[in-house]
């Protein structure tokens, strides 16, 4: 990697503290098992969703009952997560990720037999919990393993998984659904956490040895948590992601009314728009790959990133208020957007985690923790603003990456270069306030 130039960004990147890092086909295997791990969370968030109507009408419980579900399932990755990540770097990843697949395999099974909608409501919130091992330790064991140009190119394979996820889980529940019930779902789901434990006992060694560990228990991890969040660049990073994945969670939420009830578009062609433009998100995490290893520094990756999805969304915003409602126009705007949304989730996560090397497991909590937790506050306000035009689903992603932009730019201070793997410079690395 290009190391900045100045005194002062040498002194703000972080050196790397990472242990040996994997390679060949152990590295492969390690790549391919933290891609599946990250991806089971998004899987099961949506692949139950076309059963809504069965899964209502056989549990007798009320479409807002059954949507609860989903919430709690995603409140579960968020306390999960936080708490997850920062009792990893004091335990370490291996039999907390361990733990976590076979708890999911579990509350899986919990969810197929559930008898009512209070009792499924439950198990999905415990299944969330157990999900989130997954998510917030594959991100940490990166961390601890990877180093140098190769963690932004492993954070941009786990960012393309997150993209091509939430597109393939309705599709495989479809098809789940078309041969059997709601119930099904969940026992698909509980097969591929087998599969999971298998993979982690197989493929991912303990990447956290005992003399890098945090000492002092919960105390220790709250510790590194309010060292963290008191990190004025850390969480101007933290918040950056969260507000674009509120904007990314509003476009999910309110993308299908806005394309197949105003536009009066077929489903199937839907599943085609929304598929273009989860394209659009893979190939800018591909772009991202590539610059980042050609020596493009993360930060000026993640400053264009914000900057492409920001002028989408405005964009939009300006055609449905000037032009009115146009297909070619929404889809054109979302699509740019996604593309920028593509760019920052590899960088921020990259940076991110890289600044928060001394704790990364807390780091990686408190980065998966805002994110699901602004995208669960930001997913139903396209409903609340109304369903006459597409306005409010654009002007409530606008709003969110207008206030990314300024998280960027008040908080984290992209010129400061934080976070660019720099693994020469031996300074030790500093909180900024």
Do not use: K
Request: contains cysteine.
């Amino acid at each position: 990697m290009v190391a900045p130039s100045s005194s002062r960004n040498r002194a703000d990147a972080v050196p790397d503290t990472a242990g040996p890092a994997p390679s060949g086909r152990t590295a492969t295997a390690l790549i391919a098992v933290l891609g599946a791990l990250t991806a089971v969370a998004p899987l099961a968030t949506d692949m139950y969703v076309p059963g809504f109507p069965a899964l209502g009408e056989a549990l007798g419980a009320s479409s807002s009952a059954v949507q609860l579900t989903m919430t709690a399932f995603l409140a579960g990755l968020v306390v999960g997560q936080l708490v997850i990540g920062p009792l990893s770097d004091g335990l370490g990843r291996r039999r907390l990720l361990t733990a976590g697949a076979a708890g999911f395999v579990l509350f899986s099974v919990a969810c197929a037999a559930a008898p009512n909608i209070a009792a499924l409501t439950g198990a999905r919130f415990l299944q969330g919990v157990a999900g989130a091992a997954g998510m917030v330790l594959a991100r940490a064991v990166l961390t601890d393993r990877c180093h140098g140009p190769e963690l932004p190119r492993y954070f941009a394979v786990l960012s393309q998984v997150i993209g091509v996820a939430p597109v393939a889980a309705p599709v495989l529940g479809g098809a789940v659904l078309s041969v059997s019930t709601w119930r099904t779902v969940f026992a698909v789901l509980a097969v591929l956490g087998v599969l999971l434990l298998l993979a982690v006992v197989r493929a991912v060694p303990e990447s956290l040895p005992p003399e890098r560990r945090h000492r002092g228990g919960l105390g220790g991890s709250l510790r590194a948590m309010g060292t963290l969040l008191a990190d004025r660049a850390f969480m101007g990073y933290v918040l950056v992601v969260a507000l674009v994945s509120a904007a990314l969670f509003t476009y999910i939420s309110g993308s299908s009314f806005v394309f197949e009830n105003l536009h009066g578009v077929s489903s199937t062609t839907y599943s085609l728009i929304f598929a273009t433009n989860a394209l659009a998100m893979l190939a800018a995490g591909a772009a991202f790959a590539r610059l980042a290893g050609r020596g493009v520094r993360l930060n000026t990756l993640l400053s264009a990133g914000v900057g492409t999805a920001l002028l989408g969304a405005l964009a939009q915003v300006l055609l449905v208020t000037t032009a009115g409602e146009t297909l070619a126009g929404t889809w054109a705007t979302l699509f740019v957007t996604a593309g920028g949304i593509g760019l920052v989730f590899p960088s921020a996560m990259s940076i991110g985690q890289a600044v928060g090397r001394t704790a990364p497991g807390t780091a990686s909590a408190l980065l998966g923790g805002f994110q699901f937790f602004f995208g669960a506050l930001a997913a139903p306000l396209v409903g609340v603003f109304g369903e006459d035009s597409s306005l409010p689903m654009a002007a409530v992603m606008l709003i969110a990456l207008v206030a990314a932009g300024l998280a960027l730019v008040g908080l984290a201070r992209p010129w400061l270069g934080r976070g660019e793997p720099l693994t020469a410079v031996p300074a030790p690395r500093e909180a900024h306030g």
